[in-house]
């Protein structure tokens, strides 16, 4: 079963599912298949599809060494890593050898129920009954922390009928703060900002009080991008989150690592620092609308335990997704 | 943490020794290691297949009893091969025989370019004396146009924008006119970052090209990318046949096998590297360097080949009776830190001396600028300043400063660190130095 929206937000229920101008959630079916259309046209024009050889040499003659040896490549070119890697293809072939599976079509649906296995790990929804839920959006440069906060709160706006508050939390980068300031207007919400070159914590916590203040459902927290090997930054995300708690004992209820599809094996990493600085809830996998499969967050599931909790598909509104381990799974092999 | 590359086939291959030839099955043992390392580095599958399948060819012909183990030698072999690929001479870009010299952007989402077409601008600037002009062709993104007049603008560059309402296509052409009407040197298109496989906006990219026929097409690649690149790379090549690749966020710890893909599928050269979110954090690129990092630090084998190269034993023991002695001077300090230097960046130079990696290294960190500027500084002193530091005072301190291009603080800083050294060296001659060929020969 594929997930919907409604699996991927814990709210109290009482709220209305329908409010504003967007397509309400009796739609989400269809809208999904749109979605998934979308993702395998987009795959499947661009090269010798990789799933198709998987699936050709699963399916068609003997298991043999050479089976596995494929199977091999293929995760690794989806850059799930040779560590995993070995891991899932060595479990697949004792299974193979004890008889518990035989034949190519039995032994790929295995496959895929293994992968999804593994992605599927931890806490992986998101809850939003605090008042407000504080959301903060961590990452290294560029792999899409802005862009996935402007959809974010366009879908709790639209969709969910919630009231969402950004703050600009990232005062470094050029014209970081216009750019959030142009996805809150996208998005029609609220936008706390301070002056460039500011600092950081206060900025959040500025967003948190006003949040508070103007009822807000959801506060969301965008930071300056940062590579998880500068201490002194890590450092400062840990002061921005304790700077917040400071006005919400618990918050931020949510910190979202956002992971580009396209990173190889660095990725693990970045999870890993990034978590030791602050307790990472989720990941958000971005960009899987290109060629990349973004198998590395099956090795930071694998391996660290963090979930995926929202995929980016693309650069508009409406381009974010729960994440659905089974069509992960499926989308690593085809 | 993980072994090293060097560590685990030194184990893999510890019983060579005794039989004195590699035998296949030995080969094929190593072989793995180094293919696990490559994938570990994000080093295409496919290159990595093809480049096994070449250094297996020169180690099963290998001579073994030299003086380096069969481990150091199949990692010579590797770095070899590996320098060979990435290419041995730096690339840079070409200048038009008729100014504006053009050179276009292209790239992913978020690969880095704006801020690269800004470094790239600051570099031209300062290192070839041009007047750089910007373009701001990125109509999609949020406060795209905002982002490259700010860097721009840091940078002393002219940006050419005209808003998002109007086409990248025609702004690119209305921002080559500024540029030759404004007798600009060189004029940098900053475009959107797409995807290769949208039709649409690879499409515009190639019409931006037409447009401005540019002298030189780079490619920003970011250094974290993984099997992806090569997709990435081909198509890019295809549609707007780049000149040369820029690696972006080369400071972080990836390892930036993307790099040698990338290089490896197309042909082009990497010729520069961006190293940080600042603007002046951009140098050109080094192949060699990059073969090395790669391979990851800790690499005990180029440690000894470089040291064993540059350390002349005699001068060793010199140095090592000046110490005792106290007559360390500034100039033995200048030809100790060119020497160290030549072996490569200091960071990857703590990795390869044995029990100096992980834990300890993290927290050391080198900061080659510095070193460029101490190197600056001593330059700038007479040859008895470099032996008589006490006599660097008032003048002599604001002369030295000018000549190098540092600030009196700068001087005074160094002096003193180097009186601090000199102490510590007295101590340490009161007891026993540490023997530094020793230390090397610890490593085989
Ligand atoms: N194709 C595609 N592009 C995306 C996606 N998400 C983000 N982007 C693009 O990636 C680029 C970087 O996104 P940002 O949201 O600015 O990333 P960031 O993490 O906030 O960057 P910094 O704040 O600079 O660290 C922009 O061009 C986005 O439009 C996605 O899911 N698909
Ligand atoms: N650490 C580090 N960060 C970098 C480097 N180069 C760029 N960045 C950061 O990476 C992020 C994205 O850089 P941009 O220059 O906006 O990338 P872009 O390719 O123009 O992005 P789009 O226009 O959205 O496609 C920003 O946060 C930059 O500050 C680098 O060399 N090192
Ligand atoms: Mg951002
Ligand atoms: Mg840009």
């Not at chain 1, 706390?192 to 969301?220: M, N, T």
Request: glycine share 10%.
């Amino acid at each position: 079963m594929a997930r919907d929206w409604s699996d991927l937000f814990i709210t109290d229920g009482a709220r209305p599912a329908t409010i504003g101008d967007g397509a309400s959630l009796a739609d989400e079916p269809e809208r999904r298949r749109g979605f998934f259309k979308r993702l395998r046209t987009n795959l499947s024009k661009t090269r010798e599809a990789l799933g198709a050889e998987i699936q050709a040499t699963l399916l068609e003659g003997d298991v043999d060494e050479d089976t596995w040896e494929r199977l091999e490549e293929a995760l690794i070119m989806a850059d799930v890593g040779a560590a995993t890697t070995a891991r899932v293809v060595g479990e697949l072939e004792s299974e193979a050898a004890g008889g518990a599976i035989s034949g190519g079509e039995a032994l790929s649906r295995r496959l895929a129920g293994m992968l999804a296995e593994i992605a599927r790990t931890g806490e992986d929804r998101i809850d939003l009954r605090h008042a407000p839920t504080v959301i903060m959006a961590v990452g290294v440069n560029g792999t899409g922390k802005t862009t996935t906060i402007g959809k974010l709160a366009w879908h709790l706006q639209h969709e969910l009928g919630l009231k969402v508050v950004l703050g600009a939390a990232d005062t470094f980068r050029a014209a970081a703060v216009q750019q959030l300031e142009g996805w809150a207007r996208r998005a029609g919400c609220e936008i706390v900002s301070g002056p460039e070159g500011s600092d950081p914590g206060s900025v959040a916590f500025e967003a948190v009080r006003q949040g508070r203040e103007l009822g807000a459902d959801v506060v969301i927290v965008d930071t300056a991008g940062r590579l998880h090997t500068q201490d002194d930054l890590m450092a400062e995300l840990a002061k921005v989150r304790r700077v917040i708690a400071k006005q919400i004992d618990d918050a931020p209820h949510e910190t979202l690592l956002t992971v580009d599809a396209t990173t190889g094996q660095n990725g693990l990493r970045q999870a890993k620092l990034f978590s030791e600085a602050v307790p990472v809830d989720g990941i958000v996998l971005t960009k899987l609308d290109g060629t990349a499969k973004g198998g590395i967050a099956l090795a930071i599931a694998g391996e660290l335990g963090i979930a995926v909790k929202l995929i980016g598909i693309g650069e508009a509104l409406e381009d974010l997704r729960p994440f659905d381990a089974d069509d992960y799974a499926q989308a690593l092999l085809t | 943490m993980f072994d090293t590359l060097s560590e685990k086939l030194q184990a893999t291959l510890s019983d060579v020794r005794s039989r004195g030839t590699l035998t296949e099955a030995d080969v094929n043992a190593a072989m793995r290691e180094i293919r696990l390392a490559l994938l570990e580095a994000d080093v295409n599958f496919k290159v990595v297949k093809s480049f096994t399948s070449t250094v297996k060819e020169r180690c099963l012909g290998a001579d073994v009893l030299g003086k380096l183990n069969p481990g150091q030698q199949v990692v010579k072999i590797v770095d070899e091969e590996l320098t060979a690929l990435m290419g041995g001479e730096s690339a840079t870009v070409d200048f038009a025989s008729r100014p504006p010299t053009v050179i276009l952007m292209a790239g992913l989402q978020g690969s880095g370019k704006t801020t690269a077409t800004a470094k790239l601008a600051r570099y031209l600037m300062t290192e070839h004396d041009s007047s750089v002009a910007l373009a701001a062709c990125d109509v999609y993104r949020p406060a795209a146009v905002d982002q490259l007049v700010k860097v721009g603008g840091q940078v002393g560059a002219t940006v050419y924008e005209q808003g998002i309402e109007r086409d990248p296509v025609d702004i690119a052409r209305w921002a080559l006119d500024q540029a030759k009407r404004d007798g600009k040197d060189v004029l940098i298109v900053d475009t959107a970052g797409r995807l290769h496989v949208d039709e649409k906006l690879m499409d515009e990219l190639v019409k931006i090209r037409k447009a401005v026929k540019p002298t030189t097409v780079l490619l920003v690649v970011d250094a974290m990318t993984g099997q992806d690149a090569v997709n990435v790379a081909e198509q890019f090549a295809g549609a707007v046949a780049f000149d040369g690749v820029l690696m972006s966020k080369l400071d972080g710890d990836a390892r930036g096998g993307a790099a040698l893909s990338v290089k490896a599928v197309t042909g082009k050269p990497i010729m520069f590297a961006s190293t940080g979110e600042k603007l002046d954090q951009f140098e050109r690129f080094h192949p060699d360097r990059m073969a090395q990092r790669i391979l990851g630090m800790g690499d005990v084998l180029s440690f000894i080949e470089k040291a064993e190269a540059q350390i002349d034993e005699d001068e060793a023991k010199e140095l090592e009776r000046k110490l005792r002695r106290n007559e360390f001077t500034f100039e033995d300090f200048l030809s100790q830190l060119k020497m160290m230097r030549k072996m490569g960046p200091l960071q990857s130079l703590l990795g390869m001396i044995p029990g100096f990696q992980g834990a300890a290294l993290k927290n050391v960190k080198v900061d080659e600028r510095e070193l460029d500027r101490i190197e600056a500084i001593i330059l700038s002193m007479t040859p008895l300043e470099r032996r008589r530091p006490d006599l660097i005072k008032g003048s002599r301190r604001l002369r030295i400063a000018r000549g190098s291009g540092t600030s009196v603080q700068h001087v005074n800083q160094l002096v003193k660190q180097f009186g601090q050294m000199q102490k510590l060296m007295k101590q340490l001659g009161k007891g026993k130095m540490p023997d530094l060929q020793a230390m090397m020969r610890q490593g085989r």
